[in-house]
C-alpha cells in the first residue's frame, strides 16, 4: 500500500513526519513474561518519576500537546495517546495485558513518548493517507465511543478514516488473528530523520523479536 501525508499538515507542521513499519508473517498471542514484566516495570519506574516530575517535562508529550494546539484541537477534551498512557500511570492504573501486539505497542509508546498506531493491515482498504480530520471523520474507537477527529490528525484509507493519535478504532485493531500489520509512528517533528530511522530500526527489532515474522520501516 501507499502511504501519503496530505499537504495540509506541513503547511502548518512544515517539519511533520511520519515513521511506518509494515510487518509479514507475524504472530500475535498472550505476551510473553519477559515481555509483560517489562511493561510492568516499566510502568512502575515511570510512576515513581512522575512524583518529581511534570509531564511537560517529557520533550515528547510537550512537543505533541504543541502539534494538538497548532491544528486547532480541543488539548484538554482529546489528548494524545501517550499523553493518555502517562496520566494512567501517574494515577497508578497501570496498564493490563492485552496480547503481545497491543502490549509492545504500549511499551514503545511509553517508552518514546509519542503516540502509536498498530493496524491489521488486512483490514485496511487500498492506499493510507494521513490527513488532518474534520467532522465528517468518525468510527467507533477501541474506547467502544464512537469518535469525531475534527481537527485531529487521522489515518485514512478508501472506507474513511481508521486510526489516529488520539484513539485507533475497531475495524482496523489488531488481534490474535492478525498476520500482517501496519505500524505508525506519531514522531516528534523536531526528530531528526536520522535518529527516527535508528528509532524505527529499534522499534522494529523488539516488535520482531516477539512476534517474529518481516519488518520493513522508512519515513514519510
Known sequence: MDITIDPKITETLSDFKVGIIQYNNITVSDSPQMLKGRLQLF??????????????????????????????????R??????????????????????????MNNFLSLQYEIP??????????????????????????????????????VTKDRQGAFGSPFIDSKRTAVTEETVNALHVF???????????????????????????GEADYHII
Open 78 to 103: 482529546y489528548r494524545p495517546s501517550a499523553e493518555a498512557l502517562f496520566r494512567r500511570v501517574k494515577k497508578q492504573n497501570y496498564l493490563t495485558p492485552v496480547h503481545s501486539g497491543v502490549d
Open 186 to 212: 506519531y514522531l516528534r517533528p523536531s526528530m531528526e530523520r536520522d535518529t527516527a530511522l535508528e528509532l524505527l530500526a529499534a522499534a522494529a527489532n523488539m516488535f520482531t523479536g516477539i512476534n517474529g
Open 116 to 153: 502509536l498506531g498498530l493496524y491489521d493491515a488486512d483490514k485496511i482498504d487500498g492506499n493510507v493517507t494521513v490527513a488532518i480530520g474534520t467532522a465528517e471523520d468518525q468510527y467507533e474507537g477501541i474506547n467502544n465511543r464512537v469518535n469525531t477527529l475534527t481537527n485531529i490528525l
Open 43 to 76: 510502568q512502575e519506574q515511570l510512576y515513581f518519576d512522575l512524583d518529581d516530575k511534570e509531564l511537560w517535562d517529557y520533550p515528547g508529550l510537550l512537543e505533541w500537546k504543541m502539534i494538538w494546539k497548532a491544528l486547532g484541537a480541543d488539548a484538554n
